[in-house]
């Protein structure tokens, strides 16, 4: 089942609006909604961004956010009471729920940049983003939307993750290393690194802690391929590399561990014309388990894993329609 690779018919699906195309998503944190980025096409002049809200039992739209340029990042409170947005009109919205109407908006720091990745750390204070031109790392204090630099202009940050007790977070840059921090300290206390030989070789796409934060996985890409590895997050000695996309994929983008840490899912889609290619890996092993399309063609490399390991969700490039699996079933039909 492993290396049979074929169209998995979606367990059901979240209809967006027409002539709107999302990308990245997350689930709230109480797994009740499911948020998407993306883009309205329906504006007589230029494209507007969107943000969708779905509720996850009905599957219904509950509503629609639109934005004066394209959404770059996302993300929520762990409390779930608000949502974060960086857009390519160099502003900052908040969003506050139930009903998901702005609540504040505010320049982007330093001015005319924008923020290409959102991180929210567990303790509800601090945010932390890369920008997209001087391609520093700077933290927000949330009270006040103040914000510091944390790391001088480098390599583009291709990646952010927090360790789910809040004590660690990594950067992965468009370079061969991905630096750990402590969250506390705001220091760099580790390093991943794609070695070959004793080489550097490779740059990061993505990265994850697992749950239980013993490990931490990253996509990157090394020639023309894209594997994921997985990482001791005490010793930060490389453990395993999971191999199963081809030459033709796009880098491992979006990374989802199971709430156990047994699991690891990655996505990547190759063109528009081609399907998404979803695959499920073992953990402890590396072991390719499970893999599958999720369309005839459409691409996208978004993936998201509701909180309680029940559904897997992805968006095609192709139309407003976001797909999703029972993640239960599938850990059931390979027995894991």
Not at 104 to 118: G, M
Not at 124 to 149: C, F
């Amino acid at each position: 089942m492993a290396s049979d690779i074929r169209i998995r018919e979606p367990d059901g699906h979240f209809e967006g609006p027409e002539e709107c195309y999302f990308g990245r998503m997350l689930f709230t944190p109480d797994g009740k909604q499911l948020v998407a980025r993306g883009v309205d096409r329906r504006a007589r002049e230029g494209t507007l961004g969107i943000i969708g809200f779905w509720d996850v039992s009905t599957r219904k739209l509950v509503c629609t956010r639109t934005l004066p340029e394209w959404v770059a990042a996302l993300v929520c409170t762990a409390d779930g009471k608000r949502l974060v947005a960086s857009c390519w009109d160099n502003k900052v919205y908040v969003f506050v729920a139930p009903k998901w109407e702005i609540e504040q908006v505010f320049d982007y720091d330093p001015p005319n940049q924008t923020a290409l990745e959102l991180a929210i750390l567990p303790d509800g204070k601090r945010l932390l983003s890369p920008n997209a031109g001087n391609r520093g790392l700077r933290i927000w204090d949330l009270n006040n939307w103040k914000s510091t630099s944390l790391a001088k202009g480098g390599e583009q940050v291709e990646a952010l993750a927090v360790s789910k007790d809040g004590k660690r977070f990594a950067v992965a840059y468009l370079d061969p290393i991905a630096e750990i921090w402590d969250a506390e300290k705001l220091q760099v206390i580790g390093q991943l690194q794609l070695k070959t030989d004793q080489e550097l070789q490779g740059v990061f796409s993505s990265v994850a802690f697992s749950p239980d934060g013993k490990t931490i996985a990253a996509g990157y890409v090394h020639k023309r391929t894209h594997p994921v590895a997985i990482w001791d997050a005490a010793t930060l000695q490389r453990l395993h590399t999971c191999r199963g996309f081809g030459e033709l994929a796009e880098p491992a983008e979006a990374l989802a561990y199971s709430p156990d840490g047994k699991l690891l899912a990655a996505c990547s889609g190759p063109d528009f014309d081609k399907p998404a290619h979803i695959i499920i890996w073992e953990v402890a092993s590396g072991k390719l388990l499970y893999q599958f399309y999720s369309a005839k063609q459409g691409g996208g490399m978004n993936m998201a894993l509701s909180p309680d390991g029940r559904w897997l969700v992805h968006c095609s490039a192709a139309d407003s329609t976001l797909r999703l699996w029972d993640f239960e079933k599938i850990r059931r039909e390979i027995g894991k």
